[in-house]
């Protein structure tokens, strides 16, 4: 290893540490009833994305009586066949990888692998964007007469805090959301991602979806928040985060080309 690239392990570990956004050290009874003035969540609200173990992040999260219900939101888009073909060749979730929406997918989980009963999941399996997610989440707890007063909210780490800005974005203002990323991704000196319970990027995909963040994120007339798109609030990114990036995206060519901004929320 040479200086160099321990250099760029620390840059990225900087940017992964913002994207992956927890507002509690543990996700454990004691810290989401102060977080919520004494209470367990309304639900834990879990986005789609191409990780199985998302899912099983959210399933915990309701079987150790955190949340009343587990609400999977996610249609098909950018990450459905690859979450189709990491939950085909996981044996843990063969079984349940044949439903077509990325929402399906999570409740086969639940229900097969955790035992949960069905009428304690709503499912959104229309939405293709974290913007989509996030309203029709409020949608559908609307529709079922729950106030979505107290939300837990899981998703692929490296996409958690755009997603949390959007759950804030779609939900009342009286509505109180604990973002808490289902993992704390890390990489090796090279920037290999390195494997948790099974879940890892190909290196290509970790940077571009890593990288791809940051721009997303900025307030700016490229970025997501009001002075842009306007899909999500204003995100105060840190300048330590800014210079780590701008490291890493100078450093990282192939990666760079594909993380460009999409209109995708």
Same mark, same amino acid.
């Given at each position: 290893?040479?200086?160099?690239?321990?250099?760029?392990?620390?840059?990225?570990?900087?940017?992964?540490?913002?994207?992956?956004?927890?507002?509690?050290?543990?996700?454990?009874?004691?810290?989401?009833?102060?977080?919520?003035?004494?209470?367990?969540?309304?639900?834990?609200?879990?986005?789609?994305?191409?990780?199985?173990? *998302?899912?099983?992040?959210?399933?915990?999260? !309701? @079987?150790?009586?955190?949340? $009343? %219900? =587990?609400?999977?939101?996610?249609?098909? /888009?950018?990450?459905?066949?690859?979450?189709?073909?990491?939950?085909?060749?996981?044996?843990?979730?063969?079984?349940?990888?044949?439903?077509?929406?990325?929402?399906?997918?999570?409740?086969?989980?639940?229900?097969?692998?955790?035992?949960?009963?069905?009428?304690?999941?709503?499912?959104?399996?229309?939405?293709?964007?974290?913007?989509?997610?996030?309203?029709?989440?409020?949608?559908?707890?609307?529709?079922?007469?729950?106030?979505?007063?107290?939300?837990?909210?899981?998703?692929?780490?490296?996409?958690?805090?755009?997603?949390?800005?959007?759950?804030?974005?779609?939900?009342?203002?009286? *509505?109180?959301?604990?973002?808490?990323?289902? !993992? @704390?991704?890390?990489?090796? $000196? %090279? =920037?290999?991602?390195?494997?948790?319970? /099974?879940?890892?990027?190909?290196?290509?995909?970790?940077?571009?979806?890593?990288?791809?963040?940051?721009?997303?994120?900025?307030?700016?007339?490229?970025?997501?928040?009001?002075?842009?798109?306007?899909?999500?609030?204003?995100?105060?990114?840190?300048?330590?985060?800014?210079?780590?990036?701008?490291?890493?995206?100078?450093?990282?060519?192939?990666?760079?080309?594909?993380?460009?901004?999409?209109?995708?929320?």
């Amino acid at each position: 290893m040479n200086q160099s690239e321990n250099l760029y392990q620390k840059d990225m570990q900087c940017v992964l540490e913002f994207l992956c956004q927890r507002d509690v050290d543990c996700l454990d009874l004691e810290s989401v009833k102060k977080w919520f003035g004494g209470e367990t969540a309304t639900a834990v609200v879990v986005f789609g994305n191409e990780l199985p173990q *998302t899912a099983e992040a959210g399933c915990l999260a !309701f @079987l150790a009586g955190l949340g $009343e %219900r =587990l609400v999977f939101c996610g249609g098909t /888009g950018h990450s459905t066949e690859l979450l189709k073909k990491r939950a085909g060749a996981d044996e843990r979730y063969r079984e349940c990888a044949q439903k077509t929406s990325e929402a399906a997918v999570f409740s086969e989980i639940a229900v097969k692998r955790y035992g949960i009963p069905g009428d304690k999941i709503l499912l959104d399996e229309t939405s293709a964007n974290c913007g989509e997610n996030a309203a029709n989440a409020r949608m559908i707890l609307e529709g079922r007469h729950i106030l979505p007063s107290r939300l837990i909210l899981m998703q692929d780490p490296l996409m958690q805090r755009r997603s949390a800005m959007s759950l804030k974005k779609a939900m009342p203002d009286s *509505t109180r959301i604990l973002s808490y990323a289902p !993992f @704390l991704p890390q990489c090796d $000196e %090279r =920037l290999n991602p390195l494997p948790w319970q /099974g879940a890892v990027w190909e290196r290509e995909r970790f940077l571009e979806l890593a990288l791809g963040e940051i721009p997303r994120l900025r307030d700016d007339e490229n970025g997501y928040g009001p002075n842009g798109k306007g899909f999500i609030g204003h995100v105060e990114i840190p300048e330590e985060v800014e210079t780590a990036w701008k490291k890493l995206y100078d450093a990282e060519a192939d990666a760079r080309r594909r993380c460009r901004v999409q209109d995708g929320r």
